[in-house]
């Protein structure tokens, strides 16, 4: 029962450390980028000037959306790294399994 109280406290801390670790993604060469953490939660979007003085907004949500995804893409890839080492590390050790 300890150690399962352990890797509780283990995994609420990595979820904790994952609120500080951030990625980015752009869309259109960098006319619109986002910023999200490792949690999959979105901190910060970047429009370009030169798109809303272009006043195209279909464009500019669909850009938006790309850009979204892929930061979402890698916090997720970033996400699950870090939660798989915490699951490593609760496993016994026993020769042979990896």
Known sequence: MGKLQDAQKQMEETKKRLDSVFVEAEAEGGLV???ANANRK???ISISQQLVDEKDKDA???L??????????????VNESEMQNVAMGMM???????
């Open 42 to 44: 979105i901190v910060n």
């Open 92 to 98: 016994p050790n026993i020769p042979g399994i990896f």
């Open 33 to 35: 980028k986002v910023k």
């Open 64 to 77: 938006v959306l790309t850009a979204v995804n892929r930061a979402l893409e890698q916090a997720e890839k």
């Open 60 to 62: 500019l949500e669909d």
